[in-house]
């Protein structure tokens, strides 16, 4: 089975993220670069697979230069070779386009499961994942909170606003996970030393054909604004009748 | 010189997001409760770090001692008891390694390298510290096995530990007469002292180990009869630099909690950051850290290379680097001002932890002994 994870690089939430006032885009020199913590779980998704199935297991990434180092990270938890997508015409390529660079290259690159996290911690578009899936044509099963793997299907738990779906599909399919699937592994000193031998393939666009090198609708943004500072908020000092108040605070506002 | 490759970079990286995640939420509850994260070093060993610079084959990571002086201060980093408890398991692992025979090393590294296991290391005797060549504990031969007698002192893990290396006298007086031997837990006479009351280190056991009629087969021996102490000696040598390295650990986590701590912190009007009389504090504290760096990096690397000189190196190395970062360790605390006292700002711990660093695996004393006769020698 040819699995391959979506992976994206993105600013570590640990600090402080910002976008260009001018582009409108992630200023990507403001905080350091690292492999999305959802990625990392679909990641672990694949290699749990791959600890008692025969599997290969490949990370995508479309990015910048420095995403590069993203994929070896990817390599050294266990994947066995890594795609870079890396073309400076995609920079701040929107999600109708970014799904469509991705598809042509999975169709190019062949798989078995596409596994990509829910959401990415930056852009939170949610829905890649979903737009992959209706370019390759193949079924989609999103937002899962377990994953259960088998030669030939997939299955899992969704969680919805009333209840638990449980939903299957036969490969080939695209899943997404959530954060609430499994931990992901930390990367060994083995495999950091392995993943200076494994491949790493690059793409430009001209490499994935002429439909994904031009999208033919694009996004803009048009303007963009700093989020005003945070006003101070409600201190409650529990003398006892903090419960209280919390509980009148959350019925005010309707929230209980 | 010492700029790090990207292997290396990976490896730094790995063990900062293993410490930040693993280590340093605990470390002052570890330590305040004496409690020994066996559960923790497990997940270290799942890492790689139960034996850094053994072979591969027996499940080794096969790394440096370069390597392994920057694992070893990214550790320190996230709890300077736990990192400088991972060195002495890592200098058993490396003895056996490099010294026994393929057999002893199939048996004994595999369980030691996941950290299921831990070991200890059994030289010091109550009697014996700085002077090792005079330790008493013996092994006699009885057919095919070693009747072993005697105390071990401060033996870190100690209880806890599933394999220990002991040194013991199967001849004449002095360094020729000792000999290296594995002495599984549980073997009958195999007992412990109580947990010592310890001034740091907290978050690991040291105890007393009592060897009486322990009888161990001969296959238990390490390396030849006699060799026992060029064993202990060579492990130590490593050991030295892991040893520093935990100290410079330590010592910048404390320099870069003071300069945040005199950043937000005000007084007479403004932050504390601005008198200069603190700023030229923290300068010369990044200057001898920076130094320390320097020499240790410099003698892991002729270590690696088995430079004539590396023993020497090794020893100015630590007594150099535990010197300086215990020096600034406490500047540190003084920097903090009553904050520094308090256990929760972990500073104190880290200044009580490095203070042993310049006692323990050769104290500073001896250091000084090796590198003053090294140069008389040179000299001849």
Known sequence: ?256 | MFILDEEQQDLVDAVRDFANRQLAPHAVEWDQAKFFPVDVLREAGGLGLGAIYAHEDVGGSGLTRSDAALIFEELARGDTTIAAYISIHNMVVWMIDRFGTDEQRRRWIPPLATMEQLGSYCLTEPDAGSDAAALRTTAILDGDHYLLNGVKQFISGAGASSVYLVMARTGEPGPHGITAFVVPAGTPGLSFGQNERKMGWNAQPTRQVILENVRVPVNHRLGEEGGGFVIAMKGLDGGRLNMAACSLGGAQWALERTVAHLRTRTAFGGPLIDQQALLFQLADMATELEAARSLLRHAASSLDRGDADAVSLCAMAKRFVTDVSFTAANTALQLHGGYGYLADYGIEKVVRDLRVHQILEGTNEIMRLIVGRAIVEDAQ
């Open chain 1, 1 to 256: 089975m040819k699995i391959v994870v979506l992976v994206k690089q993105v600013p570590d939430t640990w600090g402080a993220r910002r976008l260009n006032l001018d582009t409108g885009w992630l200023d990507r020199g403001g905080s350091e670069a690292v492999i999305d913590e959802i990625d990392e779980r679909a990641l672990e998704a694949a290699l749990a697979y791959q600890d008692s199935n025969d599997a290969e297991v490949v990370a995508l990434t479309m990015g910048p230069d420095s995403a590069k180092d993203m994929l070896r990270k990817s390599l050294a938890m266990g994947a066995d070779s890594a795609v870079h997508i890396l073309d400076s015409r995609l920079a701040g390529a929107d999600l109708a386009w970014t799904a469509r660079v991705i598809a042509a290259a999975l169709t190019k690159l062949g798989y078995d499961l596409v596994i990509a996290g829910n959401e990415s911690t930056d852009g939170r578009g949610g829905v890649l994942p979903a737009l992959v899936a209706e370019h390759l044509g193949v079924p989609l099963a999103s937002y899962l909170d377990s994953v259960a793997i088998t030669a030939d299907s997939i299955a899992g738990e969704r969680s919805t606003e009333l209840g638990t779906m449980s939903v299957r599909a036969p490969l080939p399919a695209v899943i997404s996970v959530t954060e609430r699937t499994a931990e992901a592994r930390f990367p060994n000193f083995k495999g950091i030393l392995r993943a200076k031998k494994k491949p790493v393939t690059v793409w430009s666009l001209d490499d994935l054909g002429a439909d994904a090198a031009a999208s033919p609708v694009r996004s803009v943004v048009l303007a963009t604004s700093e989020r005003p500072a945070r006003s101070a908020g409600t201190q409650i000092v529990d003398d006892g009748t903090a419960g209280v108040e919390l509980a009148e605070f959350l019925a005010a506002r309707h929230l209980i």
